[in-house]
């Protein structure tokens, strides 16, 4: 058996307001109730090649508290450029708070051949396109980056108004620095690119943590949701979702 909480409920002018009240109910451990889940937004990173392994991230709500994300269906048809993604929950039915719940969902797709692919669910409705360029070189990235692990939002120094990203990772030998990093905007999305760069001399084998901050040009930030991507060493990359209000 697993345990669920139970929130109590009630109705004031119409509005659901969930109360501060939990009880335990216990419910069966089998879930075979898997529902397909409505997608918002998609978001897809840019400056992505064939090199690359190629992620999306979906963004939407489940319809109340007795649902809870699982992973999603994918298929993909490099030849057609097509690619079908299909979000779904498991579905409890229990007593559960009645409000919708957010969700972010990265959907890792791996390498993809270069062209413009189509996004759409099991329905056939179009929630989106990602864009991979066709690699021009040998070499899996066009920079050297910075092993990054972590991306946080707006850190404790940030000003009113004003949006500061940290990247936080690892470096593994005494020789590896963080040169720069370049920002490039897009209009529903940030790329970041951590340049490491590499001294000379007699480099020592150990781990050392970093961490860098990034102010973002705010005048050049769409209000809403925006995606914030930053690449990383190990060809994975790191992505978070940045609510920006009115400028």
């Not at 109360?19 to 918002?40: E, F, T």
């Amino acid at each position: 058996m697993k345990v669920a909480k139970m929130l109590g409920s009630m109705m004031m002018g119409g509005a659901l307001i969930a109360s501060a009240a939990v009880a335990q109910v216990s419910v069966a451990a089998d879930h075979d109730d898997v529902r397909n889940i409505k997608v918002s937004r998609l978001f897809s990173p840019k400056g992505l090649d064939s090199n690359d392994n190629s992620i999306v991230i979906l963004d939407g709500y489940l319809p109340d508290g007795c649902y809870r994300l699982t992973a999603p269906i994918v298929e993909t048809d490099e030849t057609a450029k097509s690619i079908t993604i299909q979000a779904r929950a498991n579905y409890f039915d229990v007593p559960c708070i009645e409000a919708l719940v957010p969700f972010t969902q990265e959907v890792k797709l791996g390498m993809l051949t270069g062209g413009i692919y189509n996004i759409q669910d099991n329905e056939g409705t179009n929630i989106g396109s990602l864009n991979v360029s066709k690699a021009q070189s040998k070499y899996p990235d066009d920079y050297l980056y910075a092993p990054v692990d972590t991306i946080i939002l707006d850190n404790e120094e940030a000003a009113p108004g004003q949006h500061v990203v940290t990247l936080r990772g690892r470096f593994t030998n005494s020789c590896m620095f963080m040169e720069r990093v370049e920002t490039r905007y897009f209009p529903d999305s940030v790329e970041l690119l951590p340049i490491m760069g590499i001294r000379k001399g007699n480099c020592l084998q150990v781990e050392v943590p970093f961490s860098v901050d990034v102010t973002l040009d705010s005048s050049k930030l769409a209000k809403g949701r925006m995606l914030v991507h930053a690449r990383s060493l190990n060809g994975n990359s790191v992505s978070a979702m940045l609510n920006v209000g009115d400028k």
